[in-house]
């Protein structure tokens, strides 16, 4: 083998080398300039729920007032949206029995709207349970143990700027109702509970 095919021989691989990296740099693929797409502005955003507690409950006087303890006093709070039966009827008696069942001597957590007390410290609130996710309004309205309130159970005072769930409570009154769940039995006698008037 002559001296001039060997160089040949050596150069051939060096050439195909710098081929093939040629080929990688025309052929190396473009970066993906486009702008990555913002989340649909149109998708519900579920927002996070203020509540504040845990609250020890002291006593349930009835379905739609307990009295809890906050910094060693004993304060009453009004659930918001919602009238309770007398305690002195079967439906009053019977729908205080169910916030007790509710609440299981665990303690509660609140959330405020508008209105958050009164002058006399009544606290008005959406009553949650020890789970966070479970207000013990909706609940009661759904099995038909109470009834939305008109926003004047104490005295003259108004709590009626306190509508944050007011769609939700009339939709859970109306299925009771159509079930005929609770107070809306056909037949039933309800007293609509007017207490705490001072």
């Known amino acids: 083998m002559n001296k001039t095919f060997k160089n040949t021989f050596k150069i051939i691989p060096l050439m195909l080398i710098m081929v093939f990296l040629s080929g990688c740099i025309m052929f190396k693929p473009e970066k993906n ?64 029995n169910h916030v007790e069942g509710l609440i299981a001597e665990k303690p509660v957590y609140l959330e405020y709207d508008k209105v958050k007390e009164y002058a006399d410290g009544t606290i008005l609130a959406y009553v949650y349970l020890n789970d966070k996710t479970t207000m013990i309004q909706k609940e009661l309205l759904k099995d038909g143990a109470v009834e939305i309130s008109d926003g004047s159970r104490h005295s003259a005072k108004k709590d009626c700027d306190n509508v944050k769930y007011e769609e939700d409570f009339k939709t859970l009154q109306e299925e009771a109702k159509n079930n005929k769940y609770g107070i809306w039995e056909v037949g039933a006698t309800v007293e609509i509970e007017t207490a705490n008037k001072k």
């Open 33 to 96: 300039n486009e702008t990555p797409k913002e989340p649909d502005s149109k998708q519900p955003i579920e927002a996070e729920i203020a509540l504040e507690g845990p609250y020890d409950v002291i006593s349930v006087k009835s379905a739609d007032t307990i009295v809890i303890e906050i910094d060693k006093k004993e304060v009453e709070v009004l659930l918001i949206g919602i009238s309770a039966p007398a305690t002195d009827t079967m439906e009053g008696s019977m729908a205080k």
